[in-house]
């Protein structure tokens, strides 16, 4: 039995096991990373807001009498219209909401590179590389589909109420969180050939080689028929 197979398979499983672990680590920085660019971002937004007056409801301020006179203070500002206390309630949910979003997104990016390494430790001392790197490309794709989710609501005006994204916004950031699971499809995906295939099977009718090419009809080698004579 040829064991050269199985030795070149066991390789692979061990860089890929390698190589899972470094794409965790690097998962796990872009998350933090792209998430605390959205935090800044709404935190941007919510302190404009504030500064604006856009999230404080004046409509509660007491309104003082036209005959009351008060040295040295100024006029409290009017209240705010229907249509302006209707927009600072939405800015307050969009900011909530986006908060929500981005700290449920960042959560799920850190289990998910947990669990590729996780993997890679696994598959590094035991010989289910081929199961749990197929199940890691799974959980890749379902990341990548929460992404594209998080991003749809994150710009959504009902919700999180950013700033549009262009349509290569999103093929890009599918493109480079799904590479190492199609990666990983390519690679574990195929079956690996049974060893007992490369072994030859042995035919019952075959007739074995001679080692001297002696005929059926009796003669005798061309050497021992020179002796004779």
């Known amino acids: 039995m040829d064991e050269r197979p199985k ?7 061990r860089i890929f096991a390698v190589l899972t ?15 605390e660019h ?5 935190t941007a937004r919510l302190l404009g807001a504030a500064m604006t007056g856009g999230l404080t409801d004046r409509s509660s301020i007491p309104r003082m009498q036209p005959n009351q006179v008060i040295p040295y203070l100024p006029a409290p500002p009017p209240g705010k219209s229907q249509a302006e206390i209707q927009t600072a309630q939405t800015i307050k949910q969009q900011i909530a909401y986006a908060e929500v979003i981005i700290h ?14 996780l993997v890679g430790i696994v598959s590094l001392i035991t010989r ?3 199961g749990l790197h197929l199940f890691a490309a799974v959980v890749i794709i379902l990341s ?6 998080a991003m749809i609501f994150l710009i959504d ?9 262009s349509i290569w916004s999103y093929v890009i950031a599918a493109s480079i969180q799904s590479a190492y ?3 990983l499809f390519i690679a574990f995906a195929p079956k690996p050939k049974s060893s007992a295939a490369s072994v030859p099977q042995h035919n019952e009718n075959q007739q074995p080689t001679p080692d001297f090419q002696t005929q059926s009809s009796g003669k005798a080698p061309q050497n021992q028929t020179e002796l004779e004579k």
Do not use: Q
């Open 144 to 149: 990548t589909i929460a992404t594209l989710a």
């Open 104 to 117: 449920a997104w960042e959560i799920s990016m850190y289990c998910v590179a947990e669990f590729l390494v």
């Open 181 to 183: 699971g199609i990666i």
């Open 7 to 13: 030795k070149v398979r066991r390789r692979r499983d």
């Open 157 to 165: 005006p009902e919700k999180g109420g950013l700033h549009p994204l």
């Open 38 to 42: 959205v935090k800044s971002i709404n």
């Open 21 to 35: 672990m470094i794409i965790a680590i690097a998962w796990a920085v872009t998350a933090y990373k792209l998430a």
């Open 128 to 130: 289910w590389a081929r």
